[in-house]
């Protein structure tokens, strides 16, 4: 009994130490762009005060610009402020067109802060 204890014990520590090698090397591996899906995040920081107006700003500029969102969420961001988050529905997003909305909406009275941010993960 104590023979297979000790053969079990000595096959999984070469197990997982000749296994290392393989799962560094695919960790390494860079992603297939290709197939990889990426959400677009487009956010917004606005007093709480004119949550309601920049809401309605937000959305007609991203779909002016010709962005569907997906989802939308608005989040507490510190004492006074909330923080509004648009997730664009799948399509491809040119970084230097969204560099200009971003800017464009960063200009608007009611903005505090405009960022985007892409994601490969939910």
């Known amino acids: 009994m104590i023979l297979e204890a ?3 014990t000595a096959f999984i520590l070469a ?3 000749l296994l290392r090698p393989v799962v560094s090397f695919i960790n390494r591996q860079p992603l297939d762009t290709d197939s990889v899906e ?3 995040s487009v956010y917004i920081i606005t ?3 004119a949550q309601k107006h920049a809401l309605k700003q ?3 500029t991203l779909e002016e610009a010709g962005y569907q969102t997906q989802d939308i969420e608005v989040h507490q ?3 006074d402020d909330v923080e509004i988050q648009a997730v664009l529905t799948t399509s491809a997003v040119d970084g230097d067109e969204m560099d200009k909305l971003i800017s464009r909406i960063a200009d608007q ?3 505090i802060q405009a960022f985007w941010s892409p994601s490969t993960t939910d």
């Open 6 to 8: 000790c053969l079990a």
């Open 15 to 17: 197990a997982n130490t």
């Open 38 to 40: 990426v959400t677009n």
């Open 47 to 49: 007093p709480k005060h």
């Open 58 to 60: 937000f959305i007609r």
């Open 77 to 79: 961001f510190g004492a």
């Open 109 to 111: 009275e009611f903005v």
